[in-house]
């Protein structure tokens, strides 16, 4: 059994003659309201007193520090919001100068490099032209020797054909002649 049960069955063993005995609610008698309104009504005044002296301006308090909190974490929120926003801007703007920098160097160093190719490839072809020209030139020497060595050779082939055709020597000065006119005609 239930101890609410219980005690009201000790209370009806117990107080026979009361309104619990009767089986009636003590709350609607008649006699007992007059009372009963007065205690609500000075019962009410204390608890109203209570409330609004200690418990509302506790909760008040309460909900005012939680307003406050929470409109300074939105502003403290709206301020880092913008601080952020203000960070990437600046970080953007130094980003592209960054890029357009790099971009001014790197064509600096291609402008100086290709100037340096050039002016290495000008000297490279300078000194490749003065061997040409050297190379030409002792091709060239080498050449007037052959042709040289190579009449003298001439000259004397054909002396000796001539003394074995002929069977006595050739004159060598006529001989020359129409050897160097033959050579000078072939190039």
């Known amino acids: 059994m239930r101890p609410a049960a219980k005690a009201l069955a000790l209370a009806t063993v117990l107080l026979p003659g009361s309104a619990f005995a009767a089986g009636s609610m003590p709350q609607l008698v008649p006699e007992d309201m007059a009372p009963q309104l007065v205690w609500l009504a000075i019962l009410f005044a204390v608890f109203y007193g209570l409330m609004s ?4 301006p506790r909760i008040s308090a309460t909900l005012q520090a939680r307003d406050d909190k929470i409109s300074g974490d939105l502003a403290a929120a709206e301020k880092a919001n913008e601080d952020a926003r203000t960070a990437i801007e600046t970080y ?7 890029r357009e920098s790099a971009r001014g160097l790197t064509r600096e160093r291609e402008e100086a490099d290709a100037a340096a190719a050039t002016a290495h490839l000008s000297k490279l072809s300078e000194r490749i032209g003065a ?9 060239g020497e080498q050449r007037a020797n052959a042709l040289t060595g190579l009449e003298q050779m001439a000259n004397e082939v054909a002396e000796s054909v001539y003394a074995k055709l002929v069977g006595q020597p050739a004159d ?5 002649a129409k050897v160097s006119s033959a050579m000078k005609r072939s190039g």
């Open 172 to 176: 060598s000065g006529a001989l020359n």
């Open 131 to 139: 061997q040409i020209a050297e190379a030409e030139k002792r091709i």
């Open 92 to 98: 953007n703007q130094r980003l592209v100068a960054a």
């Open 53 to 56: 002296a200690i418990a509302v």
